[in-house]
């Protein structure tokens, strides 16, 4: 792999992470304790994830189950949950846990879901566009300066773009791993 395969290589990969967190944000048909552990509480100007601040767990009857590790911070962690898309609902709360329940989708929603997930899919391509021309930007540069031959720039080409097709699919297998998980 020459060094312009592995420089879009590294973009890419960094693209379609970004899409991967993106699609995780987005409701599914099941409880998912990925989704809750990458949503963010904001407390006096400061960050957190969810995670740091309390354990998760599915329980017996399919609902989430949030224990809070210190019990003043739950109304944020509620708050930050209920407002997040992913739709869960309130069934319980008391001095230190949480429970939520995700309550089925109906045709609309999941039509809803899909259509959104298509935008973030069209974003993530978007992303690997962008990253393919920044990398054919930089060769094109280097070839006005004389610092690249023309077979150079004609091999830095072709494998940027087997790059691309290669992250393309993925993103594709993306979408269609996320669609499945909305009509299941």
Known sequence: MTEWAEKIEKLMEEDLNRLETNLRKVRSNQ???????????????????????????????????????????????????????????????????????????TGETRQQLIKNVGKKIEQGKIDLRASRQKVLKEIDNLMKKKELSKNEQKLAEKEIEKVNEKYLKKIQELQKKKEKELTL
């Open 31 to 105: 409880i998912s304790l990925e989704t809750i552990e990458e949503l963010t509480v904001e407390q006096q100007g400061k960050k957190q994830k969810i995670e740091q601040l309390a354990t998760l767990k599915i329980n017996p009857d399919r609902q989430l189950v949030v224990h809070v590790f210190e019990p003043k911070k739950i109304q944020v962690i509620n708050k930050a949950i209920l407002e997040s898309e992913l739709g869960y609902q309130q069934v319980k709360m008391e001095k230190d846990e949480i429970c939520f329940s995700l309550p089925p989708m």
